[in-house]
């Protein structure tokens, strides 16, 4: 890692090229971990689900024949392994929707950086380049697409239709035509598409690219796992995430009962891979006063990790102080 110190000494320009490079590392790293850690999630959750189906099955063959033994320790045993299931199953879901969105940001950041980068490279034109990572270049919502033909050789291109594609509609296209020869696939630094034959040409204009999810988006799919909506708010440069107790409560009215007011430090509005402080969930009356704070993940959790074990205690929480 480069230090802030030999950073500074830099001449201008090759300060710009270090924390260029220094942000680049940052985000295929935080890029690598959302995907190793989603591919994870996803795993604990089929294992679960696996092992709750054969819990489930066996319990349902024991309540069959059950009037016909005594009654035994086995029947009970079973019901609270799957009831120990289920409580595993919903940590595992929200850590799962939690790893979902933060890889879903580090996808998008790393999109961006690039598209910065082409951008600084090319001395900000928009010089096309032959595509180099297929369907990975395709990052946008959607994209408008026209198609232009040369009628006679000579004559210049005409415009003969346009389409407003999906992302996915666009990767099908992409994707036909780097399996096919008769065409060459190319990018430039604003990244649109081409697709050029000695004919015919496609353009593939990226619409707006969505910003990638904040860490407050990553806790609000936990949080949304288990029922609770999360409200942003922010007062004087202070940014955190309003939640009520009552997960039917309106945006409108979540100060007027008992609410959790959540921050990571100060903030709650960073890009997800720059989360570094564990969540902050402290509990408030609806007169305003605090009343307790929850406990806090492990220092060094990742934001999935701090996002989904937040989640479980404001759940745990509600259920212990919510009249049954």
């Known amino acids: ?8 000494a830099l001449p201008t320009r090759l300060r710009r090229e270090a924390q260029r490079k220094a942000e680049q590392r940052r985000i295929r790293d935080a890029r690598r971990l959302a995907t190793i850690e989603r591919a994870a999630t996803r795993m604990t959750m089929n294992k679960l689900r696996t092992k709750a189906d054969g819990v489930r099955r066996e319990a349902a ?5 059950s009037p016909l033994y005594p009654p035994t320790a086995k029947v009970r045993k079973d019901r609270e392994e799957f009831s120990r299931l289920a409580d595993a199953m919903a940590v595992a879901s929200a850590h799962g929707a939690a790893a979902q969105v933060a890889y879903e940001s580090a996808e998008l950041e790393h999109a ?9 490279d090319a001395g900000g034109s928009a010089i096309a380049a032959e595509l180099a990572h297929g369907l990975r270049d395709v990052v946008a919502p959607g994209y408008a697409v026209t198609q232009l033909w040369r009628r006679e050789p000579g004559k210049p291109m005409e415009v003969i239709d346009t389409h ?8 099908s296209l992409i994707s036909a035509w780097f399996r096919s020869s008769d065409g060459w696939v190319l990018r430039d630094s604003d990244d649109r598409l081409f697709v050029a034959t000695p004919t015919m040409v496609l353009e593939l204009v990226p619409t707006d690219m ?3 999810q904040t860490e407050a988006d990553v806790l609000r799919a936990a949080l949304e796992s288990y029922g609770f909506p999360a409200f942003d708010d922010s007062e004087g440069g202070f940014t955190c ?7 039917s409560t309106a945006e409108i009215d979540v100060y007027r009962g008992t609410h959790l007011r959540i921050s990571s430090g100060e903030h709650a509005d960073r890009v997800a891979s720059l989360h570094d402080e564990v969540w902050g969930a402290s509990v408030y009356g609806a007169d305003g006063d605090y009343v307790t704070t929850l406990d806090a993940a492990p220092a060094g959790s990742t934001v999935a990790e ?3 074990f937040c989640a479980g205690r404001v759940a745990a929480y509600a259920a212990l102080v919510t009249p049954k």
């Open 210 to 212: 969505a910003p990638p």
């Open 306 to 308: 701090d996002s989904a």
């Open 241 to 247: 995430l309003a939640v009520p107790l009552d997960p």
């Open 164 to 171: 407003l594609v999906s992302r996915s509609r666009a990767r």
């Open 1 to 8: 890692m480069t230090s802030p110190g030999v950073l500074a």
């Open 61 to 65: 063959e024991q309540d069959t024949l």
């Open 112 to 120: 961006w950086f690039r598209r910065k980068a082409a951008k600084e």
